[in-house]
Nanobody, 128 residues
Framework: QVQLRESGGGLVPAGGSLSLSCAAS????????IAWFRQAPGKEREFVAA????????????YYGDSMKGRITASRDNAKNTLYLQMNSLRPEDTAVYYC?????????????????WGQGTQVTVSS
């Protein structure tokens, strides 16, 4: 059973930076797509970033959502089965619970519905 555990959330002032980690276990392999989503109170879950394996294990493609593009960098350490999200120039509207998700064969990487495995989430709060 795939398990995901996020860490690194917290309180940060506007303009600050934060780095999130997602540790995966339970049989996950390099071929899995791993992604970040976020959900603010009263809003739908929103796509943030995903790293998807293409053409076997040689090539990975990174996708970014529009809301944070240019301010974030997603990376993946396959040896550690860990996904990272570096967030810079944070804004109060970035306040949300950030979730890690994984899927063996993902249909549409930006769609939450396509991911079967989810972490519990980590809270990110950006103060103004």
């Amino acid at each position: 059973q795939v398990q995901l555990r996020e860490s690194g959330g917290g309180l940060v002032p506007a303009g600050g930076s934060l780095s999130l980690s997602c540790a995966a276990s339970g049989g996950i392999s390099d071929s899995y797509a791993i992604a970040w989503f976020r959900q603010a109170p009263g809003k739908e879950r929103e796509f943030v970033a995903a790293i998807v394996n293409l053409r076997g294990w040689i090539y990975f493609r990174t996708y970014y959502g529009d809301s944070m593009k240019g301010r974030i960098t997603a990376s993946r350490d396959n040896a550690k089965n860990t996904l990272y999200l570096q967030m810079n120039s944070l804004r109060p509207e970035d306040t949300a619970v950030y979730y890690c998700a994984a899927q063996a064969t993902v249909g549409i990487p930006t769609r939450a519905y396509d991911y079967e495995y989810w972490g519990q989430g980590t809270q990110v709060t950006v103060s103004s």
